[in-house]
C-alpha cells in the first residue's frame, strides 16, 4: 500500500515545514516559488474551491498554461481528494 505521506501535497506539506525557504519550483523565466510559499497557496486555493462545493471524489477539469498556477491548482485539488482532469 502506497504511504499517502509520500503524495506530492503532503510532500510540499513537509518542505515547507522542514525546509521552507527552499525552492520548490523555478520558472523558465526565473520567477520562483519556496516550499512554504507553494504550500500556502495550494492550501488557499484548496480552501476557496471547498467554499464553492468542490468536494471528495468529485472530477475537476483543468485547462492551464505551465505556469506556477497550474501546480498550485494539482495541489490544491489533491488535497481535496478530487479526480483533476486537465484538458
Known amino acids: 500500500m502506497l504511504d499517502p505521506t509520500c503524495l506530492a501535497p503532503h510532500a510540499v506539506a513537509r518542505g515547507a515545514v ?4 527552499a525552492i520548490a519550483l523555478e520558472h523558465v523565466d526565473g520567477t520562483r516559488l519556496t516550499y512554504a510559499e507553494l504550500d ?7 480552501g476557496a474551491l471547498a467554499a464553492r462545493g468542490v468536494a471528495d471524489g468529485d472530477h475537476v477539469a483543468t485547462m492551464l498554461p505551465n505556469t506556477f498556477d497550474a501546480h498550485v491548482s494539482m495541489l490544491a ?6 479526480v483533476e482532469v486537465p484538458l
Request: no cysteine; aromatic share 12%.
Open 18 to 21: 522542514t525546509t521552507p525557504d
Open 40 to 46: 500556502r497557496r495550494a492550501k488557499a486555493w484548496a
Open 77 to 82: 485539488l489533491a488535497w481535496l481528494r478530487v
